[in-house]
């Protein structure tokens, strides 16, 4: 059993999940806050061996919560391009 939740609904392709690589280049975040948003259920992902594969929908989803919290606790936002 994976540790995360996976899609309940399995009629989406896998073009609907990115790599955390991808993932990172994406949404601004570090792999490992990736990887513990997973863990703690903040975003979906399914395990395909040791590839973690992520739901871009439910990224999407996270990082528009986090850009709403961004103007009160910087924390969840993610990190500036430099």
């Not at 993932?23 to 806050?33: D, L």
């Not at 990887?35 to 903040?42: A, D, E, S, V, Y």
């Not at 871009?56 to 850009?67: D, F, H, P, T, W």
Request: proline residues 2%; without cysteine.
């Amino acid at each position: 059993m994976l540790m995360t939740r996976a899609r309940e609904d399995r009629n989406n392709p896998v073009e609907d999940f990115i790599t955390i690589g991808k993932s990172v280049r994406y949404s601004g975040y570090s792999e490992q806050y990736l990887r513990r948003l997973i863990r703690q259920g903040g975003i979906r992902a399914i395990k395909f061996g040791h590839f973690w594969m992520v739901d871009l929908e439910s990224l999407k989803a996270y990082i528009a919560y986090a850009q709403r919290r961004q103007a009160a606790d910087r924390r969840f936002g993610p990190r500036e391009e430099e």
